[in-house]
């Protein structure tokens, strides 16, 4: 099974400013990695698939990035709709497997 | 506009089984591959099973392997999930999620809202 690792576990940062957040995974997933926000009491939504491209509605401040087994989801300029928790999924192999997710919370 | 909406969740005693069903709209169900995914709660989330959109492809996370049974029925549009054998360590949101369609094993692109399955006693 491959483990995914996501860091930091809790991210604080003031609105307007850029979050980037780590996820790496224990053996190489390809380009098979995508990225979900989930808002308390929310379902997950899919922010990125294939490393780095957007799911349909997702603005443009969302991007991803990485190869092989380090990825980042970086978020340009914080909004105030974007503090929940994020989470890397890889679907390289089975088992697909999920980080343990990263909580962006307002500084 | 691509709905899921999942049921059948609720309270049961350990040992005790469950039904969920994940009802889709707004899509072309039977063309597409399904998942069922769980979190429990404050915790993270955990794939448990995925289906084929024939139904002839089943996979199993090692947690629920021979417990769980997912099927669906493409006429009814409906996705569901067996659940016998409950532990404690079952309770969990069950979500649906859909594969992109046309691909399996892929990012899961549409989920539903969640059900709720406690086990205790």
């Known amino acids: 099974e491959i483990v995914m690792t996501q860091s930091p576990a809790t991210l604080s940062v003031s609105p307007g400013e850029r979050a980037t957040l780590s996820c790496r995974a224990s053996?190489?997933?390809?380009?098979?990695l995508a990225w979900y926000q989930q808002k308390p009491g929310q379902a997950p939504r899919l922010l990125i698939y294939?490393?780095?491209t957007g799911a349909t509605g997702i603005p443009a401040r969302f991007s991803g990035s990485g190869s092989g087994t380090e990825f980042t989801l970086t978020i340009s300029s914080l909004q105030s709709e974007d503090f929940a928790v994020y989470y890397c999924?890889?679907?390289?192999?089975?088992?697909?497997?999920f980080g343990g997710g990263t909580k962006v919370e307002i500084k | 506009e691509v709905q899921l909406v999942e049921s059948g969740g609720g309270l049961v005693q350990p040992g005790g089984s469950l039904r969920l069903s994940c009802t889709g709209s707004?899509?072309?169900?039977?063309?597409?591959?399904m998942n069922w995914v769980r979190q429990a709660p404050g915790k993270g989330l955990e794939w448990v099973s995925f289906?084929?959109?024939?139904?002839?492809?089943?996979y199993y996370s090692d947690s629920v392997k021979g417990r769980f049974t997912i099927s669906r029925d493409n006429a009814k549009n409906s996705l569901y999930l067996q659940m016998n054998s409950l532990r404690a360590g079952d309770t969990a949101v069950y979500y649906c999620?859909?594969?992109?369609?046309?691909?399996?094993?892929?990012?899961?692109?549409?989920w539903g809202q969640g059900s709720l399955v406690i086990v205790s006693s």
């Open positions: 999620a859909t594969d992109p369609p046309g691909q399996g094993g892929e990012y899961f692109q549409h």
């Open positions: 707004g899509f072309t169900f039977s063309s597409y591959e």
């Open positions: 289906i084929s959109s024939s139904g002839d492809s089943i």
């Open positions: 053996q190489s997933v390809s380009s098979h």
């Open positions: 294939g490393v780095s």
């Open positions: 999924h890889q679907y390289h192999n089975w088992p697909v497997t």
